[in-house]
Nanobody
Framework: QVQLVESGGGLVQTGGSLRLSCVFSGRTFNSYDMGWFRQAPGKEREFVAAVSRSGATTDYADSVKGRFTISRDNAKNTVHLQMISLKSEDTAAYYC???????????????????WGQGTQVTVSS
């Protein structure tokens, strides 16, 4: 069974940076596309970013393009989300997800995904 464990969340001021990490275990990491979603209180969960199995291809929500960078280290079974220029609207619980469907990474945001982590809270204060 796949397990995903997120870390790196916290409280940061507007304009600050955070780096989230998600450690994958239980299966072959490089067989899975990986991504991040977020959910703010009272709002629906939304796609943030995704990275293909090799790490060569990425996809981002328009709201985070140019500020967030997703990457993966297949030797360490880890995916990262580097976040800069944080805004109050980035405040949310961030969830790591994994999926091995043989589809383009650009479909990750709309797939029924195989596995989810428990989430890590990011709070951006002004």
């Amino acid at each position: 069974q796949v397990q995903l464990v997120e870390s790196g969340g916290g409280l940061v001021q507007t304009g600050g940076s955070l780096r989230l990490s998600c450690v994958f275990s239980g299966r072959t990491f490089n067989s899975y596309d990986m991504g991040w979603f977020r959910q703010a209180p009272g709002k629906e969960r939304e796609f943030v970013a995704a990275v293909s199995r090799s790490g060569a291809t990425t996809d981002y929500a328009d709201s985070v393009k140019g500020r967030f960078t997703i990457s993966r280290d297949n030797a360490k079974n880890t995916v990262h989300l580097q976040m800069i220029s944080l805004k109050s609207e980035d405040t949310a619980a961030y969830y790591c997800a994994a999926d091995r469907a043989p589809r383009t990474i650009f479909s990750f945001r709309s797939r029924h995904l195989d596995y989810w982590g428990q989430g890590t809270q990011v709070t951006v204060s002004s």
